[in-house]
């Protein structure tokens, strides 16, 4: 096994079995639902942004794939912190590695960080929306054009 599936592996593994970030959060300023259909995955992304427009805090909680779960776990450890116009920059960079299937520079990569570490699921059409699920999640409440305040926080 190369050392990239096995670097992989125990990331997708790592952030899956042990999200730091998979719990409901207590009042989130912005919370979406989002469901892949296709396999099950269904999520609720929770997010606090500040009136300056900082992602402050983030969670998630809901059900997925090993490969969904680690996503949103790894989406969310890059984007606390961030301002939401480098959040959606991160958002942009990630789905133009897997669903664009682009080679992304070192530098690239390196922003992403540990989510560069699903780059391979770019070549497994049945799992890119499971790895994208988070992200377009993430991309609806950020849109100036949604107020991104599903409430369905259950």
């Known amino acids: 096994m190369s050392d990239n599936r096995t670097f992989y592996n125990e990331v997708v593994l790592e952030h899956a079995n042990y999200p730091a970030h998979k719990f409901k959060m207590i009042d989130p300023t912005n919370a979406l639902r989002g469901v892949n259909p296709t396999c099950g995955d269904d999520i609720t992304l929770q997010l606090k942004i500040s009136e300056d427009g900082v992602v402050e805090d983030g969670s998630y909680i809901g059900d997925g794939c090993a490969i969904s779960r680690a996503s949103a776990d790894m ?9 939401v116009e480098d959040a959606l920059a991160l958002k942009d960079l990630f789905l133009k590695m897997i ?13 992403l960080e540990e989510a560069g570490a699903l780059q391979d699921v770019s070549h497994m ?3 890119v929306k499971c790895a994208v699920l988070s992200w377009h999640t993430l991309e609806e409440i950020l849109d100036k054009d949604n107020d991104g305040k599903d409430v369905s926080t259950e």
Do not use: A, T, V
């Not at 989406?75 to 301002?83: A, E, Q, R």
């Open 75 to 83: 989406m969310l450890d890059l984007i606390i912190g961030k301002k």
């Open 125 to 127: 059409p049945s799992r």
């Open 99 to 111: 669903k664009d299937r682009k080679e992304l520079s070192e530098e690239e990569l390196e922003e």
